[in-house]
């Protein structure tokens, strides 16, 4: 079993929302936590109001982004898997963070894995003060968490990863000597401190990479391992390795972040461009519709029909008011011949 956290400084609720709730979710296993809103627009807001209540500082939390994982066994039932990992996501939220508002979504999208994606405010719900918990209480919540699976739920057949002994790197003794002497980071110190602080501070492997160059580190990966080289002001150049650094775990958090904040953005592209192809279609199928509608020479035709009929009509009566004024000027000259006397 797997459980990893990730801060956010940022409100990103609709964000994180969207993908969590993508297609890649079942949402017969929705977890709804201190919130009330079933709808995703309702949702966003009712997070967005909540954290309104926090006071800004710098570098303060607003939400939390965590992932429950638990390995599927060959041939083993989902719904059975699916069930269980919600029962263990509930049981977290309700020890990590009673009072906060949660919001969880099963994913699927592995064909050996089954992962809970949980999105916990920074805040209880109503308070105006962030919620802390200790990391020492926390390194316990997940200890306890992990052994009660592995004795309430043994079809799960998980593997004790969480209380095993930790891979993080120690500073050795020598390193350490050399702190005290000096008050100066050893060099793999100092190298481990730049990648932590480019995981927090940037969004994308691009900036990743960049903030890395603008400290003289060049990143590279090997396989399924990852890397930096050095170049310290020695001249000497160095390779180490993020697991022997001990920051393997913090770097695939960071990729999975970076992931899921393209998709969202592709999707949000696409969308955009659907919407523009769908409104074009329809302007052209209008245009085509309106110049072949038969409708439409009808009415001209009925028009121009309708001007030739007036025109002739007023012909007509421009006719017979002609042989009516010819008919009167006739009758007129007759009467004055007939009323003259014969000069003779």
């Not at 570098?59 to 066994?73: C, D, K, P, Q, R």
């Amino acid at each position: 079993m797997i459980i990893k956290s990730m801060s956010r400084k940022e409100p990103s609720f609709e964000q994180l929302i969207s993908y969590m709730s993508s297609e890649k979710a079942d949402a017969r296993y929705d977890l709804h936590w201190n919130c009330f809103s079933r709808d995703h627009d309702d949702l966003v807001t009712e997070f967005e109001e909540n954290a309104r209540l926090l006071s800004r500082r710098k570098n303060g939390n607003y939400l939390y982004h965590e992932i429950l994982s638990l390995e599927v066994a060959e041939g083993a039932d989902p719904k059975m898997y699916k069930e269980r990992l919600r029962d263990i996501a509930e049981r977290y939220v309700s020890e990590r963070s009673p009072h906060n508002l949660a919001y969880g979504c099963l994913h699927e999208d592995h064909a050996h894995n089954l992962h809970y994606h949980l999105l916990i405010s920074a805040n209880e719900r109503g308070e105006r003060c962030r919620y802390r918990l200790p990391k020492r209480k926390f390194d316990t919540l997940k200890r306890e968490l992990e052994a009660h699976v592995l004795k309430q739920y043994p079809e799960l057949k998980q593997r004790a990863l969480i209380g095993a002994v930790s891979s993080k790197e120690k500073m050795s003794v020598k390193a350490g000597e050399m702190q005290r002497r000096s008050g100066a980071l050893p060099e793999r110190e100092s190298v481990k401190t730049v990648l932590q602080e480019a995981m927090a501070q940037t969004n994308s492997m691009h900036n990743f990479c960049f903030f890395l160059s603008e400290h003289g580190l060049e990143f590279y990966t090997r396989g399924k391992n990852f890397g930096v080289q050095a170049t310290h002001e020695s001249g000497k150049t160095r390779k180490y390795r993020f697991s022997t650094l001990g920051v393997h775990e913090d770097f695939e958090a960071f990729q999975l972040r970076v992931t899921q904040m393209e998709d969202v953005a592709k999707s949000k592209q696409q969308s955009s461009e659907d919407l523009k192809a769908d409104v074009k279609a329809q302007k052209n199928d209008e245009t085509a519709s309106s110049s072949s509608s038969p409708y439409r020479y009808e009415e001209h035709t009925e028009v121009e029909n309708s001007a030739s009929s007036e025109e002739m009509e007023r012909e007509a009566q421009v006719k017979k008011l002609a042989e009516e004024f010819r008919e009167q000027s006739g009758q007129k000259k007759g009467g004055q011949s007939s009323g003259q006397k014969d000069p003779s």
